[in-house]
């Protein structure tokens, strides 16, 4: 099935523009994905999506395998047809949610045993069984199943869980060839532990794998931590491959991965975040529940593409989040996801004419500016 | 300010074809108008509206005025600017909510006293307050103060508020003298006995108003004791002044009301039972929480003109719903109100054709075919 990766320019920086191409159509890199658990992207359409120049999707494996159930997506045409999206779903292992949501979960050298958070029903998941999921998912690209520690973390812990994920690396791939699909990414663990990392980095690259990801970051340790070791990982990747940061972040950690040779990234804050009444903008965030907002007729960026950011004042979006109106969801999710996907193409931009690192001073210098006070 | 009302066509059966013409556009009538609470059709953009081709919203005075306040929305330029909603508004006076939300409500010839919802406030209502509020709101058509009971209720009290209500239309009309605006409806009331509602018809349309509502209905009796009201109201009302139908109703309330010459409705049924899992489709309701549509691959109408009709599966619909997802409410809400739309349209279309009287046998034959079983 197609599934290529070009790098078409490196910046100065390191920074990468590229171009993935999966069954579901191309996706321009760096790229963010905007996450839809549960088959949707909480209060947005399709069509919504398409608009704001979305090409691909993260779905949760371990959601739609609870609700609607992964072979009933399968009966009624896999994944893309279920939720009528044409272009690109990067599924997770669901290992992620298995650790965080599930009650009375086993980790052991086979997978893992858990009781649902539906119904209390128990379910186990082995890297084998990921992968069928995912298959029958119709993923464009799968997730191989890892074991994602918080931290802080011991040293011995950490060993644990990146060994483990490295065994369950190796039965994912083999299992993958077994029911073959676009891609299967590999998932590089070791905490905040260089060695470690630099130890899981080589191992999975001697696997071949068609991406590799980053994960368990993003799990507490600061942001200066995080960025060391995206910067380690991604150098010890191989080039032609994509890099995938998982579950991260903010519009400056998505600057400042892409700067170390980052290529994708999911997260919800801006989804998540837009729900709380919380908007992400040139200017750094606004949070809409502030009552400075009450009686402020400016829209959130007067100057955007997005007409959510520009057709609705600020005091009507502050109206809708303390009425904890629907519509307060669906705009600021709307705003937050055309900041992140303009974003993501003014990096792409910047790459292209070889000045990432202007743009990374600009961007900051606008956030740091913050936002302007009411008239 | 510009205000007028044509009726272009009235057919065999008594159902008439309009146009109503407001500051802020045209209203073809019979014409259908989704409530928007707080300043929003729950979980629609106003783009979405406008796409659906609506040309009037029911703005909610009592919410409006407790929150975010009337003053503030004056002082953002109105309501049609705070809520960037460039067509008509017709605003209810803020009677009904007082009687079926708020607390410790007490009815007096002044006015209404009563506690806010939200905060427990102690409020007063009176018919000059209502006419100013809705002035300030900006509204295109205002109604009057009056006093709707539940019924059934004794004839004493159906002609106490009946009579109350006149006294109140009487000094509405006297404070919307002072501020002028658009437009403003009398409330014709007396329940469900003929002679008050003759009454309460004969002496709203001597003192003149630019419209009349029939209030008080829908509030438990059955659907042919409202009708037989609806009937013999329509026939005491002036023919040249439009006649608004308040908060009814199903599909068939909506035919058979215009069969009896009714111009408008609001209603919230197909919004807020949207949002609890129902679509109405020219087949009758389909409950999309029931089990059997887990695996239906049908959208809800493949002849449909409305993307969400037309788009996503039964199996994906019944999964929202059942996940308590945004955009099962966001899509049925649509779906809900694409239907009402194109069933208003299709009615002037019959009247204009003079064919009314098919029109409602066939739909009532359609909605009694009900939905087709599952493939």
Known sequence: MEFHFEVLKTD???????????????????AFMPVGTQGTVKGLTQQALGELGVQVLLGNTYHLYLRPGHERIRRLGGLHRFMSWPRAILTDSGGFQVMSLSQLRKV????????????????????????????????????????????????????????????????SKRAFERTPGPALFAIVQGGDDLQLRAESARVVTDMGFQGYAIGGLAV??????????VEAVAAALPAERPRYLMGVGTPED?????????????????????????????????NLKNARHADDPRPIDEASACAAARDYSRAYLHHLVKANEMLGAILLTTINLAYYQELMADMRTAIAAGTFADFRAAARESWARGDVASS
């Open 12 to 30: 100065p920086t390191g920074a990468r523009l590229g171009r993935l191409t999966t069954p579901h159509g191309v996706i321009d890199t760096p």
């Open 108 to 171: 052991e050298d086979k997978g893992v045993t858990f009781r649902s958070h539906l119904d209390g029903a128990i379910v186990e998941l082995s890297p084998e069984r990921a992968i069928e999921i995912q298959h029958l998912l119709g993923s464009d690209i799968a997730m191989q199943l890892d074991e994602c520690l918080q931290l802080p973390a011991s040293q011995a812990e950490l060993r644990r869980a990146m060994q483990l994920s490295l065994a369950w690396a190796e039965r």
């Open 220 to 229: 507490g340790e600061p942001q200066q931590v995080m960025l060391r070791i």
């Open 254 to 286: 998505l600057v400042e991965a892409v700067a170390r040779g980052i290529d994708m990234f999911d997260c919800v804050l801006p989804t998540r975040n837009g729900r709380h009444g919380l908007a992400f903008t040139r200017f750094g965030p606004i």
